[in-house]
T-cell receptor
């Protein structure tokens, strides 16, 4: 089955700096790579996703890059703000199990004002 | 749509008792997932359904855990008997088949087994 590794497990940045979270996956059949943000006391919520036919996708301060050859993808947050503080999860969707995603272990991001 | 609805939001019970967690997925979603989240093990997929049929229950930890989906708008996760190590936040999520595999999570049920 799919295996997703996520690094770092914790990340602390100053407000205004950039934050980068990296994930690797094992199943070359995976073709959908979402990123979820989980705020305290809430369920994870999708913030951006990318599919295997795209190398990069951007949405305001958030961007995701995908390298299918190396089987890794990254989340980039620019101009971080205190409200970006949360746990971020990457995930990879197996091509043979439509709907099922394997999640990374999460990254706790703290943005210090 | 109100999103994925879970009940109860908090449950405190004693070891050995039966616990039933409930979930109402988003209308029109064909997939329903049950996850367990703990500090030690992160977010674990327990079981998921497609069109009310269980597809993969390999994540269910023990026979004490069971899940059902009697119709498209309701699912339950039951633990009988409960143990202290079952204490965790349990999430239900749903997704559509078409349009990608984004999962919409409910607010979770925080279970404490004393």
């Amino acid at each position: 089955g799919e295996n997703v590794e996520q690094h770092p497990s914790t990340l602390s940045v100053q407000e205004g700096d950039s934050a980068v979270i990296k994930c690797t996956y094992s199943d070359s059949a995976s073709n959908y790579f979402p990123w979820y943000k989980q705020e305290l006391g809430k369920g994870p919520q999708l913030i951006i996703d990318i599919r295997s036919n795209v190398g990069e996708k951007k949405d305001q301060r958030i961007a995701v890059t995908l390298n299918k050859t190396a089987k890794h993808f990254s989340l980039h947050i620019t101009e971080t703000q205190p409200e970006d503080s949360a746990v971020y999860f990457c995930a990879a969707s197996e091509g043979t199990n439509a709907g099922k995603s394997t999640f990374g272990d999460g990254t706790t991001l703290t943005v210090k004002p | 749509d109100a999103g994925v609805i879970q009940s109860p939001r908090h449950e405190v019970t004693e070891m050995g008792q039966e616990v039933t967690l409930r979930c109402k997925p988003i209308s029109g979603h064909d997939y329903l997932f049950w996850y367990r989240q703990t500090m030690m093990r992160g977010l674990e997929l327990l079981i998921y359904f497609n069109n009310n049929v269980p597809i993969d229950d390999s994540g269910m930890p023990e026979d004490r855990f069971s899940a059902k989906m009697p119709n498209a708008s309701f699912s339950t996760l039951k633990i009988q008997p409960s143990e202290p190590r079952d204490s965790a936040v349990y999430f239900c999520a749903s997704s559509q088949v078409a349009g990608g595999n984004e999962q919409f999570f409910g607010p979770g049920t925080r279970l404490t087994v004393l």
